[in-house]
């Protein structure tokens, strides 16, 4: 019975170390998959998609940022067009020469 256990066990340890090779190598396989389609992509000028997903989001700061600076924009020149208003003097009509040569 005992040896009947070891041989069991010895394969159970067979298997396992099996599972462990293969499972390892699985992950070299996936690895260098991966690494090549990513040289694959970077050879044709292609991004990443985190690379795409950076770029948005600074578009999308950039974008907030301008319409920021725009509505600023607005409220100076509305403000420079009130201060150019209050500065405006009481037009009087200009007292002609003539006048003053005939007094």
């Known amino acids: 019975m005992q040896s009947n256990n070891r041989i069991l066990g010895d394969l159970a340890r067979l298997a396992s170390g099996a599972m462990s090779a293969a499972a390892g190598a699985r992950d ?26 950076a770029t948005t989001e ?14 600023r924009l607005i409220q100076l020149e509305e ?6 208003k209050a500065k405006k003097p009481l037009t ?9 040569e005939n007094n």
């Open 28 to 53: 070299e396989m996936e690895q260098m998959l991966q690494y090549r389609f990513e040289r694959f992509l970077n050879d044709r000028g292609w991004i990443s998609r985190e690379e795409f997903d």
């Open 58 to 71: 600074m578009a999308q700061k950039a974008r907030e940022k301008q319409e920021l600076v725009m509505e």
């Open 79 to 84: 403000r420079l067009i009130l201060l150019e």
């Open 92 to 100: 009087r009509k200009p007292k002609t020469r003539a006048k003053k």
